[in-house]
Nanobody, 123 residues
Framework: QVQLVESGGGSVQAGGSLSLSCAAS????????MGWFRQAPGKEREFVCA????????IYADAVKGRFTISRDKAKNTVFLQMNSLKPEDTAVYYC????????????????WGQGTQVTVSS
């Protein structure tokens, strides 16, 4: 029903920036909370940030607060993740997800997932 495609991943040096995009199709974009998760090799997928469905609020994992910003471009059905002051610990595959918006900080809230985009931060 909903398809999500991430783009914008790549390799940067520590302290640098990247902007990820997640293009959504199908469904009604505004009906979903949009979240970003990440997963490093051998580790569990973890919450990064989310934009609420109706209220428009945002939540961030402690590890990225003050460095990452999630935003939406409703006209383009796209959610963005601006990542600044990147650290090697941020290296992971980043996944965009569309969820119910009930508990957007949790994996179980999400119904649809993108394929992921690799972000690599070198020291």
């Amino acid at each position: 029903q909903v398809q999500l495609v991430e783009s914008g991943g790549g390799s940067v040096q520590a302290g640098g920036s990247l902007s990820l995009s997640c293009a959504a199709s199908g469904g009604t974009f505004s009906n979903y909370a949009m979240g970003w998760f990440r997963q490093a090799p051998g580790k569990e997928r973890e919450f990064v940030c989310a934009n609420m469905r109706s209220a428009g609020g945002t939540i961030y994992a402690d590890a990225v607060k003050g460095r990452f910003t999630i935003s939406r471009d409703k006209a383009k059905n796209t959610v963005f993740l601006q990542m600044n002051s990147l650290k090697p610990e941020d290296t992971a595959v980043y996944y965009c997800a569309a969820g119910r918006g009930w508990n957007p900080g949790f994996l179980t809230d999400y119904l649809y997932w993108g394929q992921g985009t690799q972000v690599t931060v070198s020291s």
